[in-house]
């Protein structure tokens, strides 16, 4: 993610900036990828503090135009809970549009999401034709340390769930071309196996032995189309990371050049190359604080060459160019 410019004075902005730090009111232009100070701001500005702007007074962001279903006020911490759901759902959102995705000039359809609070029982998170299905409970710290440690799970953050959900939204966009499903195919499997079933196995049974040397993830191996979404959530990781190391001025020896942009690099042999060597890295500064690694995976040269096919597809965008 980009640093930005200030745009009534000196210092820098951070993506979920509402205000300068003298108090100037700010809000994100997604289209100019940059901040403006004026009006017209999102109808959910004093809401949940979405800090993108509007077309028009009184109406929704772009992001939150996408939202048809917000969790019910009365459960407890569903506003809270929400604004944190959006927030991520602004910044994957940003990173896709890097590659056109779900942009004005992007001519397929739009995610629709169901943002759900959760009551009793949890909300099944997934995506069904183009509808993507979140629980935002999830951002709860104490909900996400558990399940983590129940699901065994190295890595589990509102963002890992967007990225991965919308990529399922992503994988049904591509399948409506000519040229996607049997390339698909030939890389992750055939999706037209039993998927309640192949859940079902991989709940009862874990993964395969030797899931590390083909898989990012247990949950990959369940089926190919998690295979498909851990992927693409995985690279879209991984060139977030490297995007924000560059943004913020840090330097290393694995970056190609001044300037490089990530989003713009065709080779993605070398993105892999520099985001995993950034990754070691970080993961070692975040030892030293006593916290858990930033990236705690390990690429096999399978999931590497599925990272490349990923690649391919999203960064070609959403025109398919």
Request: proline share 9%.
């Amino acid at each position: 993610m980009h640093v930005f410019a200030n745009p009534v004075g000196g210092g820098s902005l951070w993506f979920d900036n509402l205000a300068t730090a003298d108090g100037t009111p700010v809000a994100y232009d997604p289209q100019a990828r940059a901040f403006v100070p004026m009006p017209p701001f999102c109808a959910n500005r004093d809401v949940i503090g979405c800090n993108w702007i509007a077309p028009e007074q009184g109406a929704f962001c772009r992001s939150c135009a996408m939202t048809a279903l917000a969790p019910d006020p009365s459960i407890p911490d569903a506003i809270p809970n929400w604004a944190q759901t959006e927030a991520a759902k602004r910044w994957v959102l940003d990173n896709l549009g890097r590659w056109h995705w779900f942009r004005p000039e992007d001519p397929g359809a739009p995610p629709v999401f169901r943002l759900l609070a959760e009551g009793p029982t949890p909300v099944p998170m997934g995506h069904a034709e183009g509808v993507v299905t979140i629980s935002v409970a999830e951002v709860d710290p104490v909900l996400v340390a558990t399940r983590r440690e129940a699901l065994e799970e190295p890595y589990r953050t509102m963002m890992g769930h967007m990225r991965h959900e919308i990529a399922h939204m992503l994988w049904w966009r591509l399948s409506l071309r000519d040229d996607f499903l049997d390339a698909f195919r030939a890389m992750f499997g055939d999706e037209r196996i039993n998927y309640p079933a192949a859940l079902q196995y991989h709940y009862e049974n874990g993964p395969p032995a030797q899931w590390r040397q083909h898989y990012l993830t247990t949950y990959a191996s369940a089926h190919p189309h998690e295979d498909w979404a851990e992927t693409a959530a995985h690279l879209l990781h991984l060139t977030d990371i490297t995007d924000s190391f560059v943004a913020t001025g840090l330097s290393s020896p694995q970056i190609p050049h001044a300037g490089w942009d990530p989003y713009s690099e065709p080779d993605p042999e070398r993105l892999i190359h520099v985001a995993t060597s950034l990754t070691v890295g970080v993961n070692h500064v975040n030892r030293s604080m006593g916290l858990s690694d930033l990236y705690p995976f390990v690429l096999s040269n399978h999931a590497r060459h599925k990272l490349a096919f990923v690649h391919s597809w999203l960064r070609r965008g959403a025109q398919g160019l």
